[in-house]
C-alpha cells in the first residue's frame, strides 16, 4: 500500500463538518486541561527536594501534551462499546474515549474510588465501561486489542478495537506479530503509531529503518497512512476511513501520526537531549487549530472562553473528587490478585 | 485438607491422560460457545503432546484454530477475549518458550485483574507442555512451574493423572481468574515415549470438576511424607511401592496437584504425622518448589521434623542432552529411593 498525505485542507469535501471541529477542539482543550492540573498537583509537592515518589501524585507521569490531535481525531469515530488499548502516556486517549473524569484522576491520586482502586497508577487503567485498557509495556499493549476484536467479531457486532503505540514500539516484536495475526484473520482492528519522534531521549533516526512506519502495513496486506503535520482534521480524515472499513468487515488499517511531544518523556525530564525545542510553543497543535477555526468563523471568543471554561469545571470536579476520595487501607494491599481470596 | 476425592468409578473405561484432558475441553466447548482452543498445530495434528486431539473434527476451525508462530499475539489474543468475557484456552507448545511471550503472560494476563481492582476478570487458560526425560535437550525439557508459581496472579495446576488432567481442566476452564494448566509429556500417555502404566487409567464419561488447590493423597503411609507433583508422583509412588514390599518404610505419597493456590494444610498434616519430608520437584532446585513446601513445615513448627528435610530435584544445571548426563539429574527413582533411605534412617 502506498503512504499517503490525505488532503487535509480545513475545507475539504471529505472534512468535518463545524459541529464536529468544534468538538474536535473542545476535546483537545479538556485533555489539556485535565493534563495542566496534574502537571500542578505532581509538582506542586516535589519541592524543595525532589522525590519522584513523594506527593499527592506519586511516580513516574507522562503527560501527552501536543499529542492530543491522535486522541481527538481518532477517537470521534468510536462509542463506548469500541476498545482502545493505549500505552505508559494514556490520558489523552482514555479522555477522548470518553472515561469517566473523576474516576480517573482518582485513579492518578491512588485513591480508593479510582478506576483499579489506587492499584494500578497512571500507566494501568481499565474501565469496562469504555472498553479501555493500557499498558506501560512497549508494544504490548497490541496484542490484547486483537482479542478484543475478535470477540466482538465473533458475537456479530460491528465494534472495533483501535490499538495505539509510539513509534519506538514498532520495532518491537510484538508490534509485528499482532499485525500479521490481525491481517490473517481479517480482525476489526485500527493500528495507531504515535511518532512523537522521541524514545525517551532516542530520536526516531537513530531507531527506525523506515522513514515512516506506516510503510510497514505493506508487509501484512493492509492500508498504511501516515499524517505529517499532527493536524487533528488529517487525523480525523484518516481514522475515518480505517475505522469504516474496519466496522465493515474490511479487516485492520495502520495509521501513523507525526505527532509532537511538546513536554518531557516523563514529568522531571530536562530533556538535555532534545535539538528540537527551539520555537516548540509556535507548533501547538491546540493553538494553531484554534486559530484555523477563528480563520475560518466556526470559534469565536465566545466559543473559546466557553470551550475553557466548562473544560476547567469538570476537570476542577473530577481533582475535588480525586482529593476528597478515600486512600486506599493498607490492610487492603494484597486484596485482588484473584477473584477470591487465596491465601498465599 | 488432603482428599482422596477420586469418586468409587462408574466405569471401567480407561483413557490416557491427553485424551482425558481432550475430553475435559470438549465437554466444556459443547457446554458454553464462549470456550475457544488456540495456539500451534492444536488443529488438525490435534496437539503436539495430544491435548487436542479430535478437537478440530469436533467444533471446526472457528473454535479450534491453529496459529502463526507468534506466542505473544496469540496468548494476547486470548486475554483481550477473556476480559471481553470469552473463555479461551491458548496452548503454548513448550513451557521452556515462555521466553518469547512471558510479558503478556505476568505483566497482562496475571495482573489485569489486580491493576483494575478488580473490575476486569481474565477467565482464560493457558495450557503448556513440560518435563524432560527424552533427551530433547536444554530448551525443550523444564518445568518451570516454580516461575509461574512465584510470580503473582495465575493459578498453576498439574496433573498427573488422566482423572485429574480431565477435572482440573474442567475447573479451571470454569475459573474466572487466569490458570496456566501445565501437563508433563511423560504422563499424557503417547505412543511414541515412554510411558508410566499410570499414564492411562479410569475415567468417568460425564463433566467433573477436581478442585484447584487441593492436594490428593496418591498413596497413604505412615513413616515419611514424599510431597511431588507430575510425573515424580509416578516415580515416588513406585519408590514407596517398592520399600514397602521390601519392608523398609512405608511411604505417603502427597501429589500436590496445584502449586497455585498451595495446599498447606495437606502438607502439613502428613509431614506432622510422619515426622519425615522429601519433596521431590523436577524443576530446578534452587529458589523453587521445593524450598516453598520445606519453609511450609518451618514457618510453621519446624520441631515436627524428626530428620532433616531430603530435596529431590535438578540440581541448577540446563537439562543435558545425552540420555546418561539427563537422567542423572532428573529425579528418577533411584534418587528418590536414596533419600528416603536417608530420611528413614535405612
Not at chain 1, 227 to 252: F, H
Not at chain 2, 183 to 200: D, I, Q, S, Y
Not at chain 2, 229 to 238: E, F, N, Y
Not at chain 2, 268 to 284: A, F, M, N
Request: net charge negative; glycine share 10%; aromatic share 6%.
Amino acid at each position: 500500500m502506498t503512504v499517503t498525505s490525505p488532503p487535509h485542507t480545513s475545507t475539504g469535501q471529505a472534512g468535518p463538518d463545524a459541529a464536529t471541529r468544534l468538538g474536535l477542539y473542545r476535546q483537545m482543550v479538556l485533555i489539556r486541561t485535565f493534563e495542566e492540573a496534574l502537571l500542578r498537583d505532581y509538582h506542586a509537592d516535589k519541592s524543595p527536594v525532589w522525590d519522584i515518589g513523594a506527593g499527592l501524585i506519586p511516580g513516574e507521569m507522562h503527560l501527552s501534551a501536543g499529542q492530543e490531535p491522535v486522541a481527538a481525531g481518532v477517537c470521534a469515530h468510536l462509542t463506548a462499546d469500541d476498545a482502545v488499548t493505549a500505552t505508559h502516556r494514556p490520558h489523552h486517549l482514555a479522555i477522548a474515549h470518553g472515561m469517566d473524569l473523576r474516576r480517573l484522576a482518582a485513579e492518578i491520586f491512588g485513591r480508593e474510588t479510582g478506576l483499579g482502586r489506587g492499584r494500578g497508577g497512571h500507566m494501568h487503567l481499565f474501565d469496562p465501561g469504555t472498553h479501555f485498557s493500557c499498558s506501560g509495556i512497549i508494544a504490548e499493549g497490541y496484542p490484547p486489542a486483537l482479542g478484543q476484536a475478535f470477540a466482538f467479531s465473533r458475537r456479530g457486532t460491528d465494534r472495533i478495537a483501535v490499538a495505539v503505540t509510539g513509534e519506538g514500539a514498532a520495532n518491537q516484536g510484538a508490534f509485528h506479530e499482532t499485525l500479521n495475526l490481525a491481517a490473517l484473520w481479517k480482525l476489526p482492528v485500527v493500528f495507531v503509531v504515535e511518532d512523537n519522534d522521541w524514545g525517551i531521549s532516542v530520536p526516531r533516526s537513530a531507531s527506525t529503518s523506515v522513514p515512516s512506519n506506516a510503510v510497514r502495513a505493506a508487509a501484512y496486506g493492509m492500508p498504511g497512512e501516515r499524517v505529517e503535520d499532527n493536524a487533528v482534521e488529517a487525523v480525523w480524515e484518516v481514522a475515518a476511513r480505517a475505522v469504516q472499513r474496519a466496522r465493515t468487515g474490511g479487516g485492520p488499517s495502520l495509521i501513523e501520526v507525526h505527532t509532537l511531544r511538546l513536554w518531557g518523556h516523563f514529568e522531571g525530564d530536562a530533556q538535555g537531549y532534545r535539538t528540537d525545542l527551539e520555537g516548540i510553543a509556535d507548533r501547538d497543535p491546540i493553538t494553531t487549530y484554534e486559530a484555523t477555526l477563528r480563520a475560518d468563523g466556526v470559534l469565536d471568543d465566545a466559543a473559546v472562553t466557553a470551550a475553557r471554561t466548562d473544560a476547567l469545571a469538570a476537570v476542577d470536579d473530577a481533582i475535588a473528587f480525586a482529593r476528597s476520595s478515600p486512600i486506599p487501607d493498607p490492610a487492603q494491599a494484597t486484596a485482588y490478585v484473584f477473584t477470591e481470596e487465596v491465601p498465599a | 485438607m488432603t482428599a482422596i476425592d477420586t469418586p468409587a468409578p462408574a466405569t471401567t473405561r480407561r483413557l490416557t491422560t491427553a485424551k482425558a484432558m481432550a475430553e475435559g475441553i470438549a465437554l466444556e466447548m459443547a457446554a458454553n460457545p464462549e470456550v475457544f482452543y488456540l495456539g500451534e498445530d492444536v488443529g488438525a495434528y490435534g496437539g503436539i503432546f495430544g491435548s487436542t486431539g479430535g478437537l478440530l473434527e469436533q467444533f471446526g476451525p472457528q473454535r479450534v484454530m491453529d496459529t502463526p508462530i507468534s506466542e505473544s499475539a496469540f496468548i494476547g489474543l486470548a486475554i483481550g477475549a477473556a476480559t471481553e468475557g470469552m473463555r479461551p484456552i491458548a496452548e503454548l507448545m513448550f513451557v521452556d518458550f515462555m521466553g518469547v511471550c512471558l510479558d503478556q503472560i505476568y505483566n497482562h494476563m496475571a495482573k489485569i485483574h489486580f491493576e483494575s481492582g478488580g473490575n476486569v476478570k481474565v477467565p482464560m487458560v493457558l495450557t503448556t507442555a513440560v518435563g524432560g526425560g527424552y533427551s530433547d535437550a536444554a530448551q525443550h525439557s523444564q518445568c518451570l512451574w516454580g516461575v509461574f508459581a512465584h510470580l503473582p496472579g495465575m493459578k498453576v495446576v498439574v496433573p498427573s493423572t488422566p482423572y485429574d488432567a480431565k477435572g482440573l481442566m474442567i475447573s479451571a476452564i470454569r475459573d474466572d481468574n487466569p490458570v496456566v494448566y501445565m501437563f508433563h509429556k511423560g504422563v499424557m500417555g503417547l505412543p511414541w515415549m515412554a510411558k508410566n502404566p499410570r499414564a492411562t487409567d479410569v475415567v468417568p464419561e460425564e463433566a467433573y470438576e477436581v478442585p484447584i488447590g487441593r492436594a490428593r493423597t496418591a498413596r497413604p503411609g505412615t513413616d515419611c511424607t514424599i510431597v511431588t507433583i507430575s510425573l515424580s508422583v509416578h516415580h515416588a509412588t513406585d519408590v514407596a511401592d517398592r520399600l514397602a514390599a521390601d519392608g523398609v518404610a512405608d511411604v505417603e505419597v502427597i501429589d500436590l496437584r496445584s502449586l497455585v493456590p498451595l495446599d498447606r494444610e495437606a502438607i502439613w498434616e502428613s509431614v506432622s504425622r510422619t515426622g519425615r519430608l522429601v519433596v521431590v520437584d523436577e524443576d530446578y532446585r534452587s529458589f523453587g518448589m521445593s524450598g516453598e513446601v520445606v519453609a511450609t513445615i518451618t514457618d510453621r513448627d519446624p520441631t515436627v521434623l524428626r530428620r532433616p528435610v531430603q530435596r529431590v530435584a535438578v540440581p541448577d544445571v540446563p537439562i543435558p542432552y545425552a540420555h546418561g548426563l539427563e537422567h542423572a539429574i532428573l529425579p528418577n527413582t533411584d534418587r528418590i529411593e536414596a533419600a528416603v533411605r536417608a530420611v528413614v534412617g535405612a
